[in-house]
């Protein structure tokens, strides 16, 4: 059938040409439609169409390479990378790192280093914002919320396998901002800080209202490295006990969810 119509439309472009050239009307055989219907016959006047196609499929087997805030190539495999794969996924998450403090008796407020993240091609690190990169390649711009919780207090255990915490200590988000290396601000979630209480239940740092945060977001902590250097906090009061040469840690839990908030009431900002 394929080489048939071929050949037809061959043939009628030689009966158009030979037309033209004596001057007379152009004759066109009757086509055949679908269903095997009589279609009217087509003059040189009628416009022909043709179709084009395209389909999708969701990516379920390769994670979302990581990038920094303004969209720079990240090494792979990293520290930082979940591995998640799927159409709705955190992509990578840096390290909170306050570093070594000298034991103070006195209340204290530390703030966490720089993340450093190691772009393609750069062999020195690059410093930058703490942040969490989200991928919403769903296609349904229904909207997500990414959530966060403390599961415990900052621990620290010594060679004899004794547990201590610091008691009282309080983790604080500040200076949430969304950034996208494609997508303009019409299209930003929105960003919450917060500060923790150890063992509570998660709250929503990021909220994508429907029509927004699609494609790949990060809720970075500070919009700026100078502004980053004062947006993750850990306050201690002075009369906490304090292990020195201990490395105290805890473990932040991240969860999307396929939906944004629905409540009314927004999500604790922090002070």
Do not use: C
């Not at 196609?53 to 990378?81: A, V």
């Amino acid at each position: 059938m394929l080489m048939k119509k071929q050949v037809t439309l061959t043939t009628t472009g030689l009966v158009t040409f030979a037309s033209l050239l004596l001057g007379t009307p152009a004759v066109f055989a009757e086509t055949e439609g679908e269903g095997g219907v009589s279609q009217p016959p087509m003059t040189i006047n009628d416009p022909a169409k043709s179709e084009a196609e395209i389909s999708f499929s969701q990516n379920e087997t390769e994670p979302t390479k990581p990038t920094g805030p303004g969209g720079e190539e990240i090494e792979s495999p990293s520290e930082g990378e979940t591995g998640m794969v799927g159409p709705l996924t955190i992509d990578y998450i840096t390290k909170i790192n306050f570093g070594n403090q000298k034991v103070s008796g006195n209340d204290a407020t530390y703030f966490a280093e720089l993340a450093k993240v190691k772009l393609v091609g750069i062999d020195e690190p690059k410093e930058t914002p703490n942040y969490v990169q989200i991928t919403d390649s769903r296609g349904s711009n229904a909207g997500w919320q990414l959530q966060v919780k403390q599961d415990s207090q900052f621990q620290a255990e010594d060679a004899d396998g004794k547990i201590s915490e610091l008691k009282g200590a309080q983790l604080t988000f500040a200076n949430p901002t969304l950034k996208s290396s494609q997508k303009g601000a019409e299209f930003a979630p929105q960003g919450f800080g917060h500060s923790f209480t150890p063992g509570s239940e998660a709250v929503t740092v990021v909220n994508a209202s429907a029509g927004k945060g699609m494609g790949t977001w990060h809720y970075t902590l500070g919009d700026t490295d100078e502004q980053g250097q004062k947006s993750v906090s850990l306050a201690i009061p002075g009369d906490t006990a304090k292990v020195p040469n201990a490395a105290y840690k805890t473990v932040l839990t991240w969860t999307l969810i396929d939906a944004p908030e629905k409540s009314d009431v927004e999500p604790e900002q922090a002070p």
